[in-house]
């Protein structure tokens, strides 16, 4: 009996610990809390056409009571306001989790003139990625983002 009431207290403990990793994860974002991403183009980077933004999804988890999630992406340079860079539905809409980098879905934005500038300046922008029920709740809905590149 001890030795169960010792497993089940492992495991309990182990599952609280992952839940309260989970909810301080700055890459989860859920209907209650977007994930927020600070990139910077990379020196050796050079930007020949327009400018964009490739965010990375590498785990997504539906709403529990099936109802449409929209996936935001907003913007915002030091000091300013958030701005919309687009939107994206995941689809299929059904839970999937890429432990390969390589199989992350992903998306991709053009910048507004001033991020594009200001990426080529090798200047950080800041991404939120937010989730918005398109109707219904859209409790339990979840995402990771694996990440954000500025190529």
Aim: charged share 25%; with cysteine; aromatic share 6%.
């Amino acid at each position: 009996m001890r030795r169960i009431a010792s497993v089940c207290t492992l495991v309990l403990s182990f599952w609280c610990s992952t839940s309260h990793a989970q909810e301080n994860d700055p890459l989860l974002a859920t209907v209650d809390k977007p994930a927020v991403i600070t990139a910077t183009r990379r020196a050796s980077t050079a930007t020949i056409g327009r400018s964009e933004v490739i965010v990375g999804i590498s785990r997504y988890h539906p709403s529990a009571d099936g109802s449409p999630i929209e996936v935001v992406v907003d913007g915002r340079v030091e000091g300013g306001p958030d701005r919309e860079i687009g939107r994206f539905g995941v689809t299929p809409d059904r839970e999937f989790v890429a432990d390969d980098p390589s199989d992350a879905q992903r998306f991709r934005f053009a910048l507004p003139p001033d991020f594009a500038a200001r990426a080529g300046a090798g200047k950080a922008l800041t991404f939120i990625v937010r989730l918005v029920a398109v109707r219904g709740s859209g409790k339990g809905a979840s995402l990771r983002v694996g990440d954000v590149e500025l190529p």
